[in-house]
Nanobody, 119 residues
Framework: QVQLVESGGGLVQPGGSLRLSCAAS????????MGWYRQAPGKQRELVAT???????NYADSVKGRFTISRDNTKNTVYLQMNSLKPEDTAVYYC?????????????WGQGTQVTVSS
């Protein structure tokens, strides 16, 4: 059974920091690309950051320079360090595990963790 369990969300003031964690089980973690997505009320889910199995990263323009994605394959965990948080970062953040081959691809999702940036 595949599980992605996010943690680390909460309420933070503008300018503050949070670190999200996503612990994976039931998959060969090291071969999956991992990512963080978010969904604000009334909006579509959007990509925040991804990291490939070999460590290449990609970020949404809105978070470049403020957020850092990383992974620890020994702990089957992916992290999202979020600094200089803004009210517009408020959303439910979801962890994603993605794998693709020539003719197929598959995604697993976590249950989400709420991040609220407010004074």
């Amino acid at each position: 059974q595949v599980q992605l369990v996010e943690s680390g969300g909460g309420l933070v003031q503008p300018g503050g920091s949070l670190r999200l964690s996503c612990a994976a089980s039931g998959i060969i973690f090291s071969i999956y690309a991992m990512g963080w997505y978010r969904q604000a009320p009334g909006k579509q889910r959007e990509l925040v950051a991804t990291i490939t199995s070999d460590g290449r990263t990609n970020y949404a323009d809105s978070v470049k320079g403020r957020f850092t994605i990383s992974r620890d394959n020994t702990k089957n965990t992916v992290y999202l360090q979020m600094n200089s948080l803004k009210p517009e970062d408020t959303a439910v953040y979801y962890c994603n595990a993605h794998i693709a081959a020539k003719h197929w691809e598959y995604d697993y999702w976590g249950q989400g963790t709420q991040v609220t940036v407010s004074s």
